[in-house]
Nanobody
């Protein structure tokens, strides 16, 4: 099986920075794609950023220019660098990805991590 484990959340003042990590472990050959979502208090879960196997990235308009998604293929880990944090970035951040489980790049696994809390104080 495959597990996604997020880390790096915490409490930060507005204007500060955090780096979130999402590590895939278990039966992982490579990451096909990985997305970061967030769910703020009383809000729906929303897509924040995504990265494909080739390295193409996408961002929500609300985080463009402040957040950067990257990946370390050797570590099967995806990062979310968050700068210039605002109070409205407060949320539980989740990674969701599709993982190749074999070298034939045919079998995949899709799932969510458990989430990591980010709290931005104003």
């Amino acid at each position: 099986q495959v597990q996604l484990v997020e880390s790096g959340g915490g409490l930060v003042q507005a204007g500060g920075s955090l780096i979130l990590s999402c590590a895939a472990s278990g039966r992982v050959f490579s990451i096909k794609y990985m997305d970061w979502y967030r769910q703020g208090p009383g809000k729906q879960r929303e897509l924040v950023a995504g990265i494909t196997r080739s390295g193409s990235t996408t961002y929500a308009d609300s985080v463009k220019g402040r957040f950067t998604i990257s990946r370390d293929n050797a570590k099967n880990t995806v990062y979310l660098q968050m700068n210039s944090l605002k109070s409205e970035d407060t949320a539980v951040y989740y990674c969701n990805g599709e993982i190749f489980t074999g070298s034939d790049l045919e079998e995949t696994w899709n799932g969510w991590g458990q989430g990591t809390q980010v709290t931005v104080s104003s």
